[in-house]
């Protein structure tokens, strides 16, 4: 028969800061510095970054890695552990600080490694549930960064996010990737549903004071992402639950070059050189009215705001009339068909260089081992 212990579990925290605490009077950190200047030094400190171990870097052809994303993020905690003092000021600042990123996703390939969705909110209920009995009151967080599929969103998966208890971020943002399109691999044209708005709005909590919705697709395709921004700041809204709407206030673009192979395919379709694509991406930012005049957000929107949604303007942004991309050859490329296409461009290589070649690796024929190697190393 299991016994059971008379020691209850508790936090480390708890039991850290149940102990006696030094206050540290000859330390000048505390004699001369006031709480909200250290309050600010411990947030410079325990910033998350991305972690810049070659070990830790995701694979370059997966499509969860981006700029500022390219590995896990990463807090330096030694600040913490330096003494009782500090840590009773800065212990909860870690979780703080440190951006949530979750991947609504319906494969795994999606993610990180190790990622899964429903296993990773538990995780950040039971945290915030502990930071809660520790202070007594809402545990704040900075970022919330959802990276999601069309087919996830529209499923309430960003709903499920922010319905996690004692979750208060101040900022949210919504990523959606050029893979996390309807038909992406089909080049259908792009269109955006919005039957997940009012979901979002029955949880979206108080202490939400900033919205993003990041729109991301291969650079010829911009003229489409601005159309679907244009149309979003006119018609889109959001709400919180202490009643307060949000509108779009201003429209961000941006460009970053990634790689064109996904797994063992190289999209060569939407390639501007070889293994290389231009992504465009869109960023709506979404502002509580307070904060906005009246002359600062949409008639349409704000109609929309005060009507039913039975009676509201379609949601839904899409133009007609646009087409998918013409081009004579297939829009990917397998692996055997890119070892074929290195192999060709290895027997139409250059006369001159075709000796110098066979010189350099003593007559042996046959193209080298890097594209022997393309297979194993997509990348």
Not at 30 to 49: G, H, M, Q, T, W
Not at 129 to 149: D, G, H, T, Y
Not at 170 to 179: A, G, P, Y
Request: with cysteine.
């Amino acid at each position: 028969m299991a016994t059971v212990s008379p020691y209850p579990y508790r936090p480390v925290h708890q039991r850290i800061l149940s102990t006696r605490i030094d206050p540290q009077p000859s330390s000048l950190l505390f004699r001369k510095l006031p709480a909200e200047v250290r309050f600010n030094i411990f947030c410079y400190a325990l910033s998350d970054y991305p972690n810049p171990d070659p070990k830790k870097a995701y694979e370059s052809w997966s499509c969860y890695t981006r700029p500022s994303y390219f590995a896990p993020r990463k807090t330096e905690t030694a600040l913490v552990l330096t003494c009782k003092a500090i840590y009773s000021e800065c212990w909860f600042l870690p979780f703080r600080l440190h951006e949530q990123v979750h991947y609504a996703v319906a494969n795994r390939n999606r993610a990180p490694p190790g990622y899964e969705f429903s296993r990773q909110l538990t995780r950040l209920e039971l945290s915030l549930q502990s930071m809660r009995e520790r202070e007594q009151q809402p545990v704040l967080i900075s970022n919330l960064r959802v990276f999601a599929q069309m087919c996830m969103l529209e499923q309430g998966a960003l709903a499920k996010v922010l319905a996690v208890p004692e979750l208060n971020p101040s900022i949210v943002t919504l990523t959606i990737r050029h893979t996390d399109w309807w038909d992406w691999e089909h080049d259908q044209p792009l269109s955006f549903s919005g039957s997940w708005l009012e979901g979002v709005s029955q949880v979206m909590p108080p202490s939400v004071r900033e919205f993003n919705i990041e729109l991301e697709s291969v650079d010829r395709k911009r003229y489409q992402v601005d159309e679907i921004a244009r149309q979003m700041m006119e018609k889109w809204f959001f709400r919180r639950t202490d009643g307060v709407a949000l509108y779009a206030f201003q429209q961000q673009e941006s460009r970053w070059r990634g790689t064109s192979r996904w797994e063992r395919l190289r999209w060569v379709r939407d390639e501007i050189l070889e293994g290389v694509i231009d992504f465009y991406v869109a960023t709506l930012t979404f502002l509580p009215e307070t904060r906005l005049q009246r002359d600062q957000t949409s008639p349409v929107a704000r109609e929309n705001a005060i009507t039913a949604p039975e009676d509201r303007s379609p949601l839904t942004l899409s133009k007609p009339g646009w087409k998918t991309a013409s081009t004579e050859r297939p829009p990917f490329m397998t692996e055997k068909e890119q070892m074929r296409y290195y192999r060709q461009l290895w027997r139409n290589r250059p006369v001159d260089q075709r000796v110098v070649d066979q010189r350099s690796r003593g007559g042996i024929r046959g193209p080298p081992r890097f594209y022997q190697q393309i297979n194993r190393n997509p990348s």
